[in-house]
């Protein structure tokens, strides 16, 4: 089956079979790696992508279900060499260990902060609920959460 989307504004036509998912593509196909593979059953976050700027789990979703759409992996988030804000923040508070929870983390915060740029604890601690980290007891990423919401409505 032919798709036709764009990923971190690269526009990709792949041929893939119907059973392809969208982290296969990423991963396997266009080689970046940066998304994470871990339960394969969508309840982990590790895999968590900004679909038309939604955040999804890659996992299970099918490449076919992308087609037309945008897609920005951690790879995307950057500006050429300059980190994102949130990225900055996730470096600056501590916000990984071993830090394969974190481009989900991050992607999902851009999420959030893209639908609530000022959001409370309360509502970092629901959002990000759905991303299971296993090593930092979340202190840090919330740190990292609430100082990249501070830092991108200062720059808005």
């Known amino acids: 089956m032919k798709i036709d989307l764009k990923v971190n504004g690269k526009r990709e036509r792949r041929e893939v079979p119907p059973s392809r998912t969208l982290l296969e593509l990423v991963r396997e196909d266009l080689g970046l790696t940066g998304t994470k593979a871990y339960c394969h059953s969508g309840i982990c976050g590790a895999c968590t992508?900004?679909?038309?700027?939604?955040?999804v789990s890659s996992c299970s979703l099918l490449a076919a279900q992308a087609d037309g759409a945008e897609v920005t992996t951690i790879e995307g988030l950057a500006d050429g060499g300059v980190l994102h804000p949130i990225q900055q923040a996730f470096i600056d508070h501590f916000g990984f260990q071993c830090g394969y929870c974190t481009p989900g983390?991050?992607?999902?915060?851009?999420?959030?902060?893209?639908e609530v740029p000022e959001p409370t604890r309360d509502e970092i601690v629901r959002y990000m609920g759905g991303n299971i980290c296993r090593c930092t007891g979340y202190a840090g990423?919330?740190?990292?959460?609430?100082?990249?919401?501070?830092?991108m409505s200062r720059e808005a």
């Open 105 to 114: 983390m991050v992607l999902l915060t851009k999420a959030l902060l893209d």
């Open 49 to 55: 992508v900004l679909l038309d700027g939604a955040a």
């Open 141 to 151: 990423i919330l740190a990292s959460v609430e100082a990249a919401a501070k830092t």
